[in-house]
């Protein structure tokens, strides 16, 4: 890959931060503040706090597209330049996934358990409030159930570990994963059709045995698909001129999505889908892009490199600090968003310290498994 390219792949990386921000940002103000609805005359800082974080599962759809597009890109690559093989595109895979998600469910678990035994009656630990059920680590901190994350079945045959409910993209990913370049490769060569009927077939099972019809496996394969367009536009789009000016305009687009979505003003207009078609666009554009400034380059690079680790170390701290601070979720003070912003803080250092001590040995330890 030249330099110009890692250059313009770099808005993708700061997309792909930026991402794994707001799901934090989302979850730590749902496991430590009250819901919206519970608040009495919310004035405009409380109404700003709580649109601003609340943009989570739409930060999960940018993270499909942009998984597709460098999935796809990287088993088109290998076909391309002949070098595709089963076991090099695994071991890539099973590293990249593997290095940060056994660290990620030891730690959840002594989070969890740490938690558990500082104050078991705090409100997302007891799964009293429904929409943070996929957050009650009651009877889901056994050995099976860390093995079926460890295997990427959660939702499929067992629950996400723990307080961990944000794994359960994962198992999507590791599905969509092992689909793709089995459809793909299959329509590529000719050799192997069963591929397409058996990628299929994975993706068609895993939306009927899926146990939450909220993780949609079918429909965010499609979104994750939409990464693969991307991947083709962006040759398509290299060429074209003032591509800064077209991205900023499609940019501006995916804003009006978020706040229209956020809004659930015209659904059949602002859903998934829509956001994940935009969201394809800025993307190829942002791919052949390259980026000048200095600062943003090095931020980029930094959220880019522990948005990974973050998102899969969150919340078991972030539930296990709102227990700390709080006997029960908290209401909108000063000093309660005080206490956020410095919990957000302690996430983002602790990220960094296991992506540290983890992420950062992926290519290492991916190298070494390959000579063998």
Known sequence: MDQNHKQSL???????GLAALVVMAGHLRSVMFVDFESLLSPGLPEKAFYFVTGFGHQAVIIFFVLSGFFIIRSV???????????RVYFINRLTRLWTVLIPGLVLGFFWDKIGLALDPTYEVYTGIVDHLVYFDPNGKLNLFTLLGNLVFVQ?????????NGALWSLSNEFWYYIAFPLIYVGFRTRKAL????????IIVCFDYFALDNATHPALYFGVWLLGGI?????SRLSAVQHRGLYALLVALLLLLVLAGIRGKSLPVLFNDYSLGLVTMLLVALLSSLEMRLSLVKITASFLSSISYTLYVVHLPLAVFCSAFFFEQRATFTNGSVGIYMLVFAIILFYAWVVYFLFERNTDRIKRLLLRH
């Open 10 to 16: 770099l808005w993708l990386d700061l997309l792909r």
């Open 76 to 86: 088109h690559q290998s076909l391309m330049q002949e070098k595709w093989t089963w």
């Open 155 to 163: 939702t499929i045959f067992v629950e996400t570990f723990g307080t």
């Open 194 to 201: 069963w591929g397409v009927v058996l990628g299929i077939s």
């Open 230 to 234: 991307a991947f083709w536009l962006s």
